[in-house]
Each structure stands twice: as structure tokens, then as C-alpha cells.
């Protein structure tokens, strides 16, 4: 069925100074009541390109036409009283508040004088709710309602405002498996009511189970716009990545050796002293890699500074190699476990450096190759060698050793931090989120890097959100709810929805013992 | 690099034309100005020696705040370690009496022991009780200064003289001229070139640089944090304190009220120009001494007063530091055309 244009972008370019260029020459048109997914890999400029319509970011080039007549939005409250809301990956609520405050706040209904019209304001969003069957409590405090709760209440703010365009950045970035079919359902229901919907994703299932229609990014241009149906998985990774994309795990079967690390009973408070962690137990063979899974902010985040000594246990013991580094200082554990952080920019490196600075951390003190002037001097020639081997081993596309470490891609940037991390040689790898905010190609490569280190018999220690990354490289899954390890299954013989149930709090331990 | 030059060379230019508009407003001649200022100040013997010795004092703290705000720590003590330091020299120049290759040295090191004792105690407190050094090393400045005022005004008062002084040092720990220049130059020189050879060449100066920048990403590669913020307070306490102990050792040879007043702060102001880099700090360390330098030919000469070089200076620093910025943004800007021109072709 053909529908009307609604939105028209034409010829939009966006350059981020000095010299990336986000959105080269993109035409793309939405049609009224469609739920068209814009995909692509993480930089192909799909949120960049709605930040530009949305009015938060200038373009350097290009016309928007709404409903057929130009616009200029200039900020994303002009876009909004037009019509059009937007969802960010991020959702900015005030838990403090509840789901109505949170809802009519910045556009509340007054009576004279300027006095909010509470219950007016409380009916109405009680009838939004009902309207769109989003099954809330307008009472409730957004601090004590979950993730996928928060993301309906953002969505509600703007349907309050009354927009007929929801542009929704990586809605199911923050949920669990479980919980995407019922938003998948609101969203249709939302188009069924004449809704327009733009669904930003890097996720191929979602895009193919949800859309109308897909239009495909890369690089900064659009590839190419098709209905859903007439689209496979297989088609959209060709499409984003520009060649074929394998997504079985290439896991071979392999025996693992002797425990490396073992983690026994950790325990750890926050500063109101309410229990992270509970008694966590996790060990990792030689050859092994061991995924850890979780909702974000169940523990894993401890469980990572515990190991690597930046935060206190209260109680537990940690060995690497038969080795009690229980309360060894942060270099003595470097000695034996590479560790890579999620977040680049405030543990990974210094961006403010250079590639070569960020790139010899750690071996400056372990590798006496780096020493000059008995110890006072640091080797830059070596240093600079160094880093020409990470280029070289890591496949790394950069300019010079001295170039600033932020002119490289986010892909690079993490090549960098793999390279100095894994040529330490520790017997021991905990890596916390390492494929976030990359593209698949680098994604694809961080996960053969993975499997590499495994047949050469190190242990892993994978933390992820992304359950098909544990699935394709982790021999075990640990499961973390609240601080909690409550799960601990063979990747073989569990399920995305088994591991889910345990994500979201299922009691039973289940425990699939491999051979301790 | 280059960029940093050239933002800086360009900055300078724009800052005394400036400065030449605000001449000219007042009726004064800009060129018969700027003329006595280098004339006095660069193209005269004398008044190039001068400007040298100037600028131990200024290049000495400016290294100090540069090497501490690069490396994280926020030592704002110049001042009160400048004294410390001065005041460490002018004792052993008192009571020890040793000849010139022994006495020379060992003043140094006390000027040295002087500033660091000074930093130190701020690293101490921060270490034991978690006190911000921004605000304790301000505040030891007050201390510090009224301790040597005390010092020099009872203790240490020398009874000839109408204010308050100590009396002069033993003539050995005096720094001679060599060719009209003071050793105190060449000691600074040293001073210098060690810093540089730390901060670009020095595994210390690696990890201060990283800590500075990202503090979490250097302790998370194994670096001792805590141990290298003790080490950098006490090394740009020590680089304050030997700009203190030179003054007394190259100038007046004795601790005079008021010493150093003005200097330590001037070196924070360097250091913020120079953007916290070694040779920046040395450079406009000689731009700024020239400048304060020159100022008093300039009074001498014509009817601007001396203040005009407060002026000058202010401006240079607002045009310098706001200048790196918008420079950086006009190469973006440029770029972004560039691109933009290659992708409708």
C-alpha cells in the first residue's frame, strides 16, 4: 500500500570538524504511518542523521521537508511542538519523581495563576496510559520502576506532547531479551493509530521483525531503502558492512586446561554500605573463555574493579596462576591479567595523548626494553617500534606514532588498547564490554581475537550486555542479579531465554559443573 | 607543535598591536614606545643581561606551576615556596662558612630542601587528611610570608639597616658575573633542560603526563599514583625554592622585605600561556622579562608609565590562550570546507 511522504530529507551532509565527514549527501523519505528502521553500524551517521532533523546538531548542507512544506528545526523543542519526538539512548528522567511528574514536566496543565492542575494533569496521563495500553503506574517513583518502565515513560512524555513522529535512538539497547516483544507490540500498536516511527538499530532481527520498511547506512550515505519483507538477515549485514558477515560462533570444541583464575567468595559494599557484591565465585580454565551476563548494574561492575584491585572487598579471595593476589597492589595483578575496560575514554586511554603514550602503558614499567638511563629514561625509539608491532599485529589503520590518540576511529582506538593489553602475555584476559560502541567489522574482529586467545590456552573473562556475543564466543555463562553470581551454564546447553530468566532475577541456582 | 607556535607568535603580534591602539588612544607614539621597550630591555647590553637575570625568578616558577598543572597536582605555592626557598638559602649563606665550591652548592640544595619542605607539607596534608593542594598551598603563601617577615624582622634583623633585612650573606655563597651575565642564568638554564629532560625524555615525565591527564587510565596501567603526586609537589616545590635561593645568592645577597613579591604569580600566569609545555614555559618566561624589564627604560624615556607593561601582559595572556582556541577553530572550519568542497565534486 503506497502512503504519503511525511518527512523528506534531501541532500544533507554533515561534516565534524576537522575532517570526518558523518553524513555525505543523504536523501531519505519517511511516509506517514510506516515504522521504518534506519540501520547501519555504529558510526554510519543513523543517529547523527536524526540529530540534524531533531534540531540538535547544524548541518553543513541539504533541505528538510515536513509534510511537504521546508522546516527548520533549531531545537528539539521546535521539533516537538511540529510534531516530532525523540527517544535518546540515554533516558533522562528524575527518579525522584513519579511517572505523571515525570510525564507533564515542562508542559504541565496550569488553572489561574499559574498553579499546576495536579489531578487534571494526573487524569491525563492516566488516560494516555490506558490509551496506548502501556500498562504504568502514574504513581509510581521512576527511581523504583525498571529500565524498560523508564523508556515507556519517555515515550509517553512525548506522546503527552501530543507528536504523531516518534524517532527512537537503540531502543533495545537497554533491555532484556524479554522484554523487547512488548515494547515491539506498543510500537506497533502506536503505528496501527497512525503513528510514524523511526526505529534507529544495529540490530538485524529486531529491524526485520519490526520494520515496514529499512533503509540501510554506511559510511555516511545511504545504501539503500527496501521493505522488510522482501529483506534477510544475511542481506542487511551485506548491506552495513559491505561484504559478508558470518554469524555461527567458529568456536571450535576444545578441552580446557588447568583453572587460571579463580575468584572465591567476593564481597564488596557501596559507601551506604548496601551489599554489590554477594559472595561471587567465579573461576576460568586455561582455554576457556567465560562470559559474564547480566542487566546492567548487577554487580559486574564491581566484580571488575574487585579483580583488578581499584576498589576494597570486604571479604573473598582472588588467585591468578595459583597465585593469591587478594590484596596485591594494581601492578602485581597487571603482571598476570590484561585488562581491557569499556570505557575507552576513562580507563583505556588518555585521549588527550598520543598513540604512542596510550599505547605503552604498563609495558613502561614490566618490559625493561622500554627503560633508558638505568631506569630514569623512558626508550622512545623502542616505544615507537613498539607501536609499529601493535599497527602491524592489530591490523590497525592510523598515521603517525605521535598523531593525538582521539584522531583515531573508535575501532582503532580499541585495536590500540587490545594490542598493548594482550602483547603483555598474562595468562589471564578480563575484558569488560569490549565490542561496545564498535562496528561490526571491529566487532567481528575483537570476537576472532577472542577465539585466538583461547586455542592459545589463556583464560577469558568476558563481561557483556550482548547475549549473541556470549553466545558465539563464551564456553560458560555466569549470570549476575544483584551482585549475585545466580547462574553458571554451558553455553551449549542453555538458552538466550534461560539466561534471561536468570537476568531478571529467577531464584534457582542452576549450576552446570564443569568437572570441579 | 608548530600550531602551538604559530597560535602563539600570532597572539603576541595581536597583543601589542593592541597595545599599540591603546598607546595611540592615550596620545602616546606606539613605535617611539615599543622602541625604548626593546631597546632597553633586548638591544642593549646591559639591559639584555638584565632581562636574563629577570627572568631567573620568572622561568623558575613558571616551570614549577607548568611541570605541577601538566602532571595533575594544582600547586598554586610558587610564592610561599619561592620564599621558603630564598630563606633556606639565606641561612646556611649566614651561619655556614665553607669556600665558594662548597658553600655555592650547598645554598642551592637548601633553597631547593627550602621549597620542597613547603610543598611537601601540602602533599602531607593531602595524603593524610585529603586536603585539596589548591587551596592549602594558597594558604601556606600567607604563612609563609609573614614567617619570613617575622624571621627577617627580629631573629634575623640587621641592626644598620632602617627596614627589615637580614644581613648579607657570606660573600662565598655569592653568584658572580661572567661577562655581565649572573651564574644564577646558568643555573636556571640547567634547571631547565633537566625539566625537559624529565618531562619529554624521563619515564617520571611519562607517567606525571598520563596521571595529569587521565589519573585513572595511569593507575589502572600500574602506575604509583599517589607515590608521583608526592614527587611532583616536591620537585616543583624544589623549582620555586631555587628560584628564591638565586635571587638571594644572584641579587641583593641578603633576604629583603618584599622579596620575590610579584614573581611566583607571574610564573603561574607563564605557565598557563605556555599551555604547560617545558620550552613554552622557558620562552615566554625571556618575552615576559623583557617586557617588565624594558617597562623601566620605557619610563625613563617617555611619558608612558611602567604600568602599561601590566597591560601589555594581561593582553597577551587573554589573546594567547584565547587565541590556541579560536585558531583551532578556524583550522576546523577551514577543514570542514575543504571536505565539503571534495564531496560535491
Redesign the interface.
Known sequence: MARDVLIDLQHITKVFPPDTVALSDVSVSFEAGEIHALVGENGAGKSTLMKVFYGLERRDAGDIFFRGAKVEFRTPREAIAAGIGMVHQEILLIPEYTVWQNIVLGAEPVRAFGIIDVDRAREVVRQKIEEFQFNLDPDALVGDISVAARQKVEILKLLYRNVSVLVLDEPTAVLTPQEIPQLFAELARLRDKGHTIIFISHRLDEVLTLSDRVTVMRRGKIVGTSAASELTKEDLARQMVGREVLFTSRRQPQEPGEIVFHAQGLNCSDTEHRARLHDATVEVRAGEIVGVAGVEGNGQFELVNAIMGLAPMTSGTLEVKGKDITHADILTRRTLIAFVPQDREKMGASVAASILEDAIMTHHILDPRFRTWRGLGLNYRHAAEFVDQIRDQFTVSMGHSSDPFNSLSGGNQQKVILGRELLLETPFVLMDQPTRGLDVGSIEYVHQLLLDLRSKKRAVLLVSADLDELFMVADRIVVMCQGEVVADLATDATSREEIGYYMLGGKEVAHAETGS | MRKQALSGILGVLAAFAIGALVLALQGFNPVATYGALLQYSLFSGSGFTATLTRAVPLILTGLSASIAFASGPVNLGQPGQLVMGALGATLVGLFVHLPSVFLVPLCILASLLGGALWSGLAALLKRAFAMDEFIVTLMLNFIADYFALWVITYPLFDPSASTPMTRPISTAAWLPDLGGVNTSVLFMVLAAVVCW?IMS???????W??TG??S?????????VDANYVRVMLVTGALAGLAGGLMIMGGPHRFVKGLGANYAWDGIMIAVVASNGISGTFLYGLLFSALQQGAIGMELVTAVPSEFIDVLQAVIVLVVVAGRVSLN?V???L??R???KE??R
Do not use: H, P, V, W
Not at chain 2, 625524555?201 to 607517567?207: I, L, T, V
Not at chain 2, 585513572?216 to 604509583?224: D, E, M, N, P, V
Open positions: 629532560l625524555r624521563g619515564r617520571s615525565g611519562y607517567e603526563r598520563m591527564q587521565n585513572l587510565f595511569a593507575r589502572i596501567g600500574g602506575c604509583k577553530m583550522f576546523d572550519r577543514a570542514t575543504r571536505k565539503l564531496n560535491t
